[in-house]
């Protein structure tokens, strides 16, 4: 062929497949951040959209970076069941919690730790989407919760509307006292009469 007949050939699959077909991969989402306090658990949620149909061979791993940036550690791996880690710090810590057909590969961690702080990714492939994004989020286990405006505001309104059920209250019983005590200053003056 010479490139003017090359040039002018159509557009078919067959000339150019690559070109046509969507490119594949798999897409995972996560949190960017997540604060949970000490000694309870999480649920570390991560979904998964691909532009293959679910495969049976379809995998899910989970790895942790502390922050110091040692090396990663294994969390948890998921190929048709979830597997349990032998060894490690989140060994009889970490339990499934997805589900693959709602696009689901989130799991639980439990009695989080100082030492769990750091960052967490979630990978998903999909054969024959095996390339695509790695979900990462950075876990901070703090003492205890801090409070959110959202907190703070609900405190201040609750106190506000605390102090004003009082303040109505005493205002109430101070005309009633006075009403009262009117009624006897009249009841007096009737019988000095």
């Not at 049976?56 to 791996?77: A, C, G, K, M, R």
């Not at 998903?124 to 205890?144: A, C, M």
Request: glycine letters at 4%.
């Amino acid at each position: 062929l010479t490139p003017r007949q090359y040039f002018s050939l159509p557009l078919t699959p067959a000339v150019f497949p690559a070109a046509l077909r969507p490119a594949a991969a798999v897409q995972v989402h996560t949190s960017k951040e997540v604060d949970a306090v000490n000694g309870t658990n999480l649920r570390l949620k991560c979904t998964f959209s691909s532009s293959s149909p679910i495969s049976q061979h379809l995998s899910v791993t989970w790895n942790f970076q502390p922050e110091d940036l040692s090396s990663h550690e294994p969390v948890f791996y998921y190929l048709k069941e979830p597997y349990k880690l032998s060894a490690g710090r989140f060994k009889e810590r970490v339990t499934w919690d997805g589900n693959i057909e709602r696009n689901d590969v989130s799991i639980i961690i439990w009695n989080l730790q100082p030492t769990d702080n750091g960052t967490f990714t979630c990978q998903v492939k999909n054969p024959p989407d095996v390339d695509g994004t790695i979900g990462e989020v950075r876990l901070r286990v703090v003492e205890k919760v801090h409070f959110s405006e959202i907190h703070f505001l609900a405190v201040a309104i609750g106190s506000a509307c605390v102090l004003m059920i009082i303040v109505v209250t005493v205002v109430i019983i101070c005309r009633h006292h006075r009403k009262k005590a009117q009624e006897k200053r009249i009841e007096v003056a009737d019988t000095e009469l």
